[in-house]
């Protein structure tokens, strides 16, 4: 960590976007977490997602847990709406802040520990329900905030870093997110921007429940030989499916590809999707398919990346529960209280 | 693209912008980190030691460092370089025994040096610690050439030159003054071991207009008026005065006319303003004590009767430019008058060398100037070396340091017989600067303070007195907050590849976007590639190689705070702070040395 505030001179070219804004001014406060977390380039890539996306920062709502990678809301996007909840309760406030105003953009942050032990109930219940958010998992295979004990995404045969194996089975959570109903589903690595980037705007624009696993190295507790969240680790095993690029709405792809080599998504708000394909025939809208691919190659020792499953015109909690289009928290009095007369009516039909 | 080589001096040393492009190449940012930490005498000597003339260049100096300081590229303006070098001197106090003595014993040899502006007297100061004896010759009863005799007193006191020529004097070098050499001939008849000609660009150009000789009274060459303003001989001017040129000579006879009595003044210039030889704050100076900046105006006819001067006729013309960019002034057809007293002509200086003979093997080029190695400043004439104003036509001071500590390196050489060729390479450090996880022996927090004005004595004071010093200089406390805004970019970025880990921290926290680890590249295209488009491709990209990924580490060094935060941040140490610290070295480099600290 550092204890200066990072000055606010910046490049002379530093660009704009639409808004006026420089990527500096979708920055938080300087990170306390130790220097060379992973977390802090997750960090890095959502601010550049958010600055390249023309996201007008107040409207964007950042939730998260507890632990290192919870504490990252803090060290990004200073002026957006925030909520640092209890131990593993970050699904359950963000449902609720999502049904009391669906027009801010959700982007929920958490760790491995946070979401797949103590939270994952409440992880699984938000993935069902299809809760329009970004739902970010930073994971080290450890509990970084406690000084390093496994978590339930750790490896079985991964050892600690004072030499400890680990005997129970990992949960993989791209596997339970695709089990349970996600729409958008992604793994990444904390150091690969070139890949992160795109598919966290991706995932900010699709509409529904979208899920990114972000490996995410531990450079106090799990970046020793023996570790399978390292960067040496996750570097030599990296198996990208695809290459995305996200390419905002109004812009026209004008480049031609070879067919079977390009596969163009185009979202709900217009915004295209272009997955350049590493992995053969992988199909990004197959699910069963994706299910089998990532057990197939866990088995392998690989660890897959990229964009793994992305389902079009799914409906979303407000669908599904058919609220309307105003936020709630917008009704008055007179649109929530129908008045004696409706409620007499109602009575009467119940008699 | 090739791995960075920071052994090389030249790397570092333009990273440092400001000393780079100080021609005497003068430790900035150390001295301004020592009067943030109040050791003005420290600071004092660090200037000393590379410029030689501290109290006077902290007034006066053309400031070339302050253009291509880095502050300038990521804020508004530059660090006050030169007025802060003022601070170092105003506060010193007493330098006690710091000042180095000359060695007992001498070597035997004997220089002469033509002239004692600061050309010569930086050779005199050099040789001397060196162990040569050293005459100086000059026809003025002092020493000082041009800083004592046509930089007006306001811009520069008097104590500050004899204090800082007395330095020097007290260095046992043989002063001649009131001395004018009439013959170098001569000169090389008394046996000297080498000469050094050190005397300036002495001739102010004419101005060849009719009227001109009519009215002859009331006209006179700016730099011959100032001299005379200084000797006491002129002592009023007209009410309405108009000077002729736009360089440092004609801001400081405007200025030295409003203080004489000038009322009306006027500077009429034939270039466009922006395009003005004079610095901006001179003419800001010029601007702010009433005096109105005229420009494309050529002055085409002085106006007399009966020997009167009564105004004089200007051709308004306008700038053209031709496919090459080359720039001609044409006339628009309009004719402007203005109605004077007195003209003032400070069109430009030249160099004239009646006193040496054209027989005697020192050949000339074209233009009236000696013919000279541009590294050594030798001439055709094998013992004769020139420097300053005379080398190359009118400069400035710190020029003159500069070719005079050249020059000193040259003369030293050939007395010993060896190659003026064979420069003695430059000493330098680099050291760390970490002293715990996250704190620097240098104070490595941004300020964000925008420039601090030197305070001025008030107007209606100053211009009712030609000696009263316009600036008063920082006080410490200006001073602190003044230094603090330089970014230390001697503070150096040193990067050990074997050591990353690639985890991003370093990119993620530049507040500049200088870093990028990226595939490697040629040059002009990897530039394209990097976190932040390249600005300035002058300033140099640091290459490091052998990463675990085969990628490369490259950073540009062009708009680098020298925050440290990447050091701070990096788990490895893959990034340390280091001082560079590059000292040229004079011909007297032990002896000289012993008084400055670090
Ligand atoms: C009005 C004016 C203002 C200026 N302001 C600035 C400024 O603010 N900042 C700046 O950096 N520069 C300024 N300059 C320029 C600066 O003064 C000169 O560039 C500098 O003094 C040159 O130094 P020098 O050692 O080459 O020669 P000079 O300073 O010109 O000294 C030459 C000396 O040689 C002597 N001499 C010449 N021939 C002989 C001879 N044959 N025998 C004996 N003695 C001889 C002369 O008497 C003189 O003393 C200014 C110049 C002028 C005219
Ligand atoms: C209810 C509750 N139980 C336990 C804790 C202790 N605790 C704090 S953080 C943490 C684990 C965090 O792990 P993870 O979510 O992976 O975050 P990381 O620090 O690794 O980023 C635990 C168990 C707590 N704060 N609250
Ligand atoms: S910021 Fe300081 S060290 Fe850097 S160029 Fe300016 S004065 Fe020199
Ligand atoms: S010192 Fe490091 S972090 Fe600071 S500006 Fe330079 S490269 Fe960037
Ligand atoms: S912070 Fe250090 S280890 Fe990380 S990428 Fe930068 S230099 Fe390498
Ligand atoms: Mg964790």
């Known amino acids: 960590m550092t204890y200066l505030a990072k000055p606010t001179l910046h490049h002379p070219d530093l660009p704009t976007n639409t808004l006026g804004y420089t990527r500096r001014d979708y920055e938080g406060a300087v990170s306390t977490l130790c220097a060379g977390c992973g977390h802090d380039s997750i960090s890095a890539a959502i601010v550049r997602a958010c600055f390249e996306l023309d996201l007008p920062p107040h409207r964007i709502a950042k939730l998260s847990g507890i632990g290192c990678s919870s504490k990252t809301p803090t060290y990004f996007l200073g002026n957006s709406h925030g909520f640092n909840s209890v131990h593993g309760r970050m699904p359950s406030v963000l449902t609720g802040a999502n049904l009391a105003n669906r027009d801010l953009i959700y982007l929920g942050v958490s760790g491995d520990g946070d979401s797949a032990s103590i939270g994952i109930g409440q992880f699984a219940h938000a993935m069902r329900r299809g809760v329009n958010m970004v739902y970010i998992v930073e994971n080290n295979g450890v509990y970084g905030l406690t000084k390093g004990q496994f978590s339930a995404t750790a490896d079985r045969g991964a050892k600690s870093k004072r030499g400890v194996v680990n005997i129970d089975s990992p949960i993989d959570m791209v596997g339970m997110a695709l089990e349970l109903g996600a729409t958008f589903v992604a793994r990444s690595f904390s150091g690969d921007k070139a890949q992160l980037v795109p598919l966290i705007k991706a995932a900010l624009t699709h509409k529904g429940a979208a899920f990114i696993d972000c490996i995410s190295p531990c450079v106090s507790f799990n970046n020793h030989l023996g570790s399978t969240k390292s960067f040496d680790y996750v570097r030599e095993h990296n198996a990208a499916v695809n290459k995305l690029d996200y390419v905002a709405g109004q812009k026209e792809i004008t480049v031609d590809y070879a067919p079977g080599k390009v596969e163009l998504v185009t979202q709900h708000d217009g915004s295209v999707l272009r997955l350049r394909k590493l992995a053969g025939e992988y199909d990004v809208t197959d699910r069963i398919a994706a299910m089998e691919y990532l057990a197939g190659h866990y088995a392998k020792g690989e660890v897959v990346t990229g964009l793994l499953y992305v389902s079009l015109d799914s409906p979303d909690l407000h669908d599904y529960l058919n609220t309307v289009e105003k936020p709630l928290n917008t009704l008055d009095d007179s649109e929530l209280c129908p008045g004696a007369a409706a409620l007499q009516r109602i009575n009467a039909a119940l008699r | ?598």
Not at chain 2, 156 to 164: A, G, T
Not at chain 2, 184 to 208: C, T, W
């Open chain 2, 1 to 598: 693209m090739q791995p960075t080589d920071i052994r090389n001096p030249d790397y570092f040393h333009k990273v440092v912008d400001c000393q780079w492009a100080c021609p005497s190449h003068t430790p900035v940012p150390l001295y301004l980190r020592l009067i943030a930490a109040k050791r003005f005498a420290d600071s004092y000597m660090v200037n000393w030691e590379s410029n030689v003339f501290p109290g006077i260049l902290g007034r006066t100096c053309d400031r070339p460092c302050e253009p291509a300081c880095r502050r300038g590229r990521v804020e508004a303006e530059p660090v006050a370089i030169c007025r802060l070098k003022r601070v170092a001197a105003d506060y010193k106090g007493d330098l006690g025994t710091r000042m180095p003595e000359p060695p007992g014993e001498r070597n035997g040899k004997r220089v002469a040096c033509v002239g004692a502006g600061p050309a010569s007297l930086t050779v005199a100061r050099d040789l001397a610690l060196a162990g040569y004896r050293v005459v100086i010759y000059d026809g003025a009863a002092r020493a000082g050439g041009m800083i004592r005799t046509q930089i007006p007193r306001f811009r520069l006191p008097e104590e500050v030159i004899d204090e800082e020529v007395g330095y020097i004097e007290r260095l046992g070098v043989e002063t001649r003054y009131n001395t004018w050499i009439g013959s170098l001939k001569e000169l090389l008849g008394e046996g000297f071991d080498a000469v050094f000609i050190g005397s300036g660009a002495p001739r102010g150009r004419e101005l060849d207009v009719p009227g001109r000789r009519e009215a002859a009274e009331h006209i006179h060459i700016g730099i011959d008026w100032l001299a005379s303003v200084s000797f006491g001989h002129v002592k009023s001017v007209g009410k309405r005065v108009v000077v002729l040129g736009g360089g440092n000579t004609a801001m400081d006879c405007c200025r030295t006319a409003r203080r004489l009595g000038g009322e009306q003044v006027y500077v009429a210039v034939r270039s466009g303003f922006e395009q003005m030889k004079a610095s901006p704050w001179e003419k800001e100076d010029a601007m702010g004590e009433g005096i109105p900046i005229l420009d494309y105006l050529v002055p085409t006819e002085v106006l007399h009767d009966e020997g009167r001067l009564t105004g004089i006729v200007f051709a308004k013309v306008k700038a053209e430019f031709d496919a090459a960019g080359r720039r001609s002034l044409v006339p628009t057809g309009a004719t402007v008058e203005i109605a004077c007293d007195e003209v003032l002509v400070a069109i430009g200086q030249e160099n004239a060398f009646p006193w040496i003979e054209r027989d005697i093997g020192l050949d000339f080029d074209r233009h009236g100037l000696p013919a000279l190695d541009p590294l050594t400043l030798q001439s055709t004439l094998p013992g004769v070396f020139f420097g300053g104003d005379a080398a190359f036509g009118p400069k400035n001071i710190i020029w003159a340091v500069a070719h005079g500590h050249q020059a000193a390196v040259s003369i030293d050489l050939y007395c010993r017989g060896e190659d003026a060729h064979e420069r003695p390479p430059p000493m330098t450090t680099l050291a760390s600067q970490k002293m715990g996880i996250h704190e620097w022996s240098y104070d490595n927090a941004v300020s964000l303070d925008l420039r601090y004005k030197v305070p001025h004595r008030e107007q209606s004071l100053a211009l009712a007195d030609l000696g009263a010093e316009v600036e008063l200089g920082y006080d410490p406390v200006l001073a602190y907050k003044e230094a603090e805004r330089c970014l230390n970019c001697d503070i150096e970025t040193v990067f050990t590849p074997k050591l990353c880990i690639e985890c991003d921290a370093c990119v993620d926290i530049c507040p500049v976007d200088c870093i990028t680890f990226t595939d490697d590249g040629e040059e002009a295209e990897l530039r394209t590639r990097l976190s932040a488009p390249t600005h300035n491709p002058e300033q140099a990209l640091y290459i490091g190689k052998g990463l675990k990924t085969g990628r490369i580490m490259a950073k540009d060094e062009d708009v680098c705070l020298h925050c440290g935060m990447c050091a701070e941040r990096c788990p490895t140490g893959a990034w340390d702070m280091q001082q560079f610290l590059l000292k040229m070295t004079h011909a007297a480099p032990a002896a000289v040395a012993s008084g400055a600290q670090r």
